[in-house]
């Protein structure tokens, strides 16, 4: 797989098809897939994770339910991976997007079945993207994943160039007072 990174403005807006589950690509079952028993463990790890992986989250989230969301790329153009940091267990912290271009390929009503073949590269791709987070980064010396502390960092992930970098406190509150 290519560098998964967080996509880009454009291409979250072109991600009109979002779910955080549907009938072929569910994110429960995609998440069990990809972590086993594991699945259980709490998603509050992610956002340290992902923050120190890929930066500070691009895109916004519902505050009352998440603490941060991202939208990760997949080695599919057009399919993007969301990941929803939460204190729920994996199972229910991954939701998948698509581009109109790729919603061309599946049948108007999703509840149909779609082409076999689009839908299990899509659905691999999607599992593959989610086994990607079990890469370590480092803080220091001490190397963790989506599941916690790793005894190696072998295969470490790329460090955000954000990671470490605070947000400025002017430019958030002139931000929010736009929307009050």
């Known amino acids: 797989m290519k560098i998964m990174r967080q996509l880009t403005d454009a291409e979250w807006r072109d991600m009109t098809n979002a779910y955080g ?3 072929h690509f569910s994110g429960p079952d995609m998440a069990e897939e990809a972590f086993g028993d594991a699945v259980s463990q709490s998603g509050l790890l992610l956002l340290p994770y992902l923050y120190r992986r890929f930066g500070p989250p691009f895109t916004g989230c519902d505050s009352v339910k998440e603490l941060a969301s991202f939208w990760l790329t997949t080695r599919r153009k057009g399919l993007g991976l969301w990941v929803s940091c939460r204190g729920r267990s994996l199972r229910y912290c991954f939701g998948v997007g698509y581009s109109d ?9 999703m509840r149909m079945d779609a082409p076999p073949k689009t839908v299990r590269d899509c659905r691999a791709a999607l599992v ?3 086994r990607e987070l079990l890469r370590p980064v480092c803080v220091r010396d001490a190397a963790f994943n989506i599941l916690g502390r790793c005894e190696s960092d072998d295969n470490e992930a790329p ?3 954000y990671a470490g970098y605070g947000c400025p406190r002017e430019a958030l509150d002139a931000w929010v007072a736009e929307d009050e």
């Open 159 to 161: 460090r955000s160039h």
């Open 21 to 23: 589950s549907g009938p």
């Open 128 to 130: 593959e993207a989610m």
């Open 101 to 109: 271009a790729l919603r061309k390929r599946f049948p108007k009503d």
